[in-house]
Nanobody
Framework: QVQLVESGGGWVQAGGSLRLSCVTSGTIDSPVSRFIPMGWYRQAPGKQRELVALFTIGGNTDYADSVQGRFTISRDDAEKTMYLQMNSLKPEDTGLYLC???????????????WGQGTQVTVSS
């Protein structure tokens, strides 16, 4: 079983900040397999799910153009908790923010993404 739990969402006025967290845990093939949090997506009403920020397999970061310079993705050293620091928030950042993780076993990354339930972010103008 794999669990991802997001938190930190809420209501904020435009220009404000929020910090989201994503905590991962997994018992599949434990401890040989690890479930590494990799990135954040968001889903706004009536819109497709869009990528916000991610870690590449190599550990680099990548951001959607719309959040570049305002959002920062990070992970703790144990690679179990991932964060998304969101500054200078805009109404268009409103949505359900979901994190995902990938399985790493013996140096091999598996394709399947594991998802959390999401945390709602609402930015008012």
């Amino acid at each position: 079983q794999v669990q991802l739990v997001e938190s930190g969402g809420g209501w904020v006025q435009a220009g404000g900040s929020l910090r989201l967290s994503c905590v991962t845990s997994g018992t599949i093939d434990s401890p040989v397999s690890r479930f590494i949090p990799m990135g954040w997506y968001r889903q706004a009403p009536g819109k497709q799910r869009e990528l916000v920020a991610l870690f590449t397999i190599g550990g680099n970061t990548d951001y959607a153009d719309s959040v570049q310079g305002r959002f920062t993705i990070s992970r703790d050293d144990a690679e179990k908790t991932m964060y998304l620091q969101m500054n200078s928030l805009k109404p268009e950042d409103t949505g359900l923010y979901l994190c995902y993780a990938k399985r790493l076993r013996d140096g091999v990354w598996y394709d399947t993404n594991y998802w959390g339930q999401g945390t709602q972010v609402t930015v008012s103008s």
